[in-house]
């Protein structure tokens, strides 16, 4: 009883005050076009009363499924795809002759990690797997006594002309790659990552530059017989948009039956993972 009297109070309550609203916009609905609308179900309504006008705004939250198939938050297993991640650092040859004494802090690395990637978090506890397609640059310098040779067919190591003036020698690599990673987040902004980045290297070259005789001298080959697929070793860590790398290639960069037989280290800096 207690209840259905206090039901009728705050209906009368409403009744009376929603009587006094109409009269007052009465003059206004009388010269207005014919505006009904039937609105089903919507997120929320906003009526304003000023001067004896009153606006409805209706609103809604608009849903983009494939977006939202991506990025929905309240599954257990999600996928999302990403861009972003740069990379700059230097980059060594090991396990090489002893005549290609090539310098880490003049030979260096850029890498575009991920023109695009799709993640998958099968857990939400900061655990993810990613599989992307990107860009990288190697660049191998010599600036002592030795250099890159192309006899032939072949790459071998060289010296340069009696009494020249070596600038340097290098051998550039560029791959379009496909980094397999996995993340692992621990809060406070700081991640782990490591993986394998599989590099299909699509171009190379060499070229010299000494001076002999008061003349600049360029040498330059692009047909160096690279090994056209590697695959890199990677560990990451990140704190927010800034961390470091480290990057190993157990494989020769070039084939071994056309020149010499190296492989590579790199390090340096990350940006926005």
């Known amino acids: 009883m207690k209840k259905s009297a206090l039901l009728l109070l705050l209906g009368a309550c409403f009744c009376s005050a929603f009587a006094q609203d109409y009269e007052e916009c009465d003059s206004v609905a009388d010269n207005a076009v014919d505006l ?42 999600r996928f999302a795809v990403s861009c972003g991640g740069f990379g700059f650092g230097f980059v060594n040859a090991i396990d090489c002759p002893p005549m290609m004494n090539t310098k880490m802090a003049s030979s260096y690395e850029i890498f575009f990690d ?3 990637a799709v993640s998958w978090s099968p857990m939400r506890n900061g655990t993810s797997l990613r599989l992307g397609l990107g860009l990288d640059w190697k660049n191998f310098r010599m600036t002592g006594n030795s250099r890159f040779v192309k006899d032939g067919k072949f790459v071998n190591l060289g010296e340069y002309p009696p009494e020249s003036d070596p600038k340097f020698s290098r051998l550039k690599v560029f791959a379009l790659t496909m980094p397999v990673t996995f993340t692992q987040k621990f809060g406070k902004g700081f991640s782990f990552s490591a993986g394998a980045v599989v ?7 060499m070229k010299t530059k000494y001076i002999n005789n008061n003349d600049e001298v360029t040498l330059a080959n692009s047909n160096i017989h690279q090994r056209k697929v590697t695959v890199d070793v990677m560990g990451q860590f990140n704190f927010k948009a ?4 480290i990057k ?9 039956e056309f020149g010499p037989d190296f492989k590579c280290f790199s390090t340096g800096l990350t940006l926005f993972y």
Do not use: E, Q
Request: aromatic share 10%; charged share 15%.
């Open 36 to 77: 009904s609308h039937r609105v089903v179900n919507p997120d929320s309504v906003v009526i304003d009363r000023s001067n004896g006008m009153v606006s409805v705004r209706i609103y809604w939250n608009f849903v983009l499924p494939f977006v939202d198939k991506l990025t929905n938050h309240s599954s257990r297993s």
């Open 114 to 116: 991920r023109i695009i």
């Open 199 to 205: 590099n299909f290297n699509t171009h190379a070259s």
């Open 242 to 245: 800034i961390g470091v790398y």
């Open 248 to 256: 190993y290639c157990p494989m020769s960069v070039l084939d071994p």
